[in-house]
């Protein structure tokens, strides 16, 4: 069997949507794309940090806008991993959310999250996850040392305690 391919409708603005991404991401690339005879581009493929995606330059009339029903997950090896990625979505017209969800220009959401909260998530402390969340819950961008203290029962570092952007 051949791979699933995720693909993203955009509002007519793909071209733009083929510079930005791939700008983020590293091991990205463009291509093969589908143009008209005038050159219009009608879809392409692409892949962001290795994995493959599909995109159709939809007409901004049709209104099919992303949701969060679907998001991408970007896992992160440390808080500055975390801090950069959160800076490059949100920026020019992109939006925080909260949990470590955010919406890119595009619409598109997007849940930044550290490995280390993933792998503290799975943990058999069931208070200690319990800490963790809750302080995860009144987040906006996920602070890891915030939530390593709270897992470890430890005071949140001032400034941290759900008010993380």
């Known amino acids: 069997m051949r791979a699933i391919t995720p693909s993203l409708w955009f509002d ?7 510079e930005y991404y791939p ?22 493929d692409f892949t962001l940090a290795g994995n493959r995606l599909n995109a159709i ?12 029903a679907v998001s991408f997950i970007v896992e992160c090896d ?5 801090d950069r990625y959160w800076a490059a979505l949100t920026a020019d ?27 503290l998530s799975q943990s ?3 208070e200690a996850v319990g ?5 995860m819950m009144g ?10 203290a709270a897992f470890d029962g430890d005071s949140v570092p001032a400034g941290t305690d759900g008010s993380a952007r």
């Not at 987040?139 to 390593?148: F, H, N, T, V, Y």
């Open 124 to 126: 058999e402390d069931a």
């Open 131 to 135: 800490r963790m969340m809750a302080v």
């Open 57 to 68: 330059n939809g007409s901004p009339s049709a209104t099919f806008p992303f949701t969060e």
């Open 139 to 148: 987040q906006i961008k996920l602070d890891m040392p915030a939530l390593r």
């Open 78 to 82: 440390d808080q500055a991993e975390v």
């Open 23 to 44: 700008s983020i991401f590293p091991d990205s690339t463009v291509g093969p794309v589908l143009r008209m005879p005038d050159g219009t581009l009608v879809a392409a």
């Open 93 to 119: 017209g992109g939006s925080e959310v909260q949990c470590g969800w955010l919406k890119d220009r595009f619409g598109l959401s997007w849940q930044i999250v550290p490995v280390e909260f993933l792998e």
């Open 12 to 18: 007519g603005n793909l071209e733009e949507a083929l």
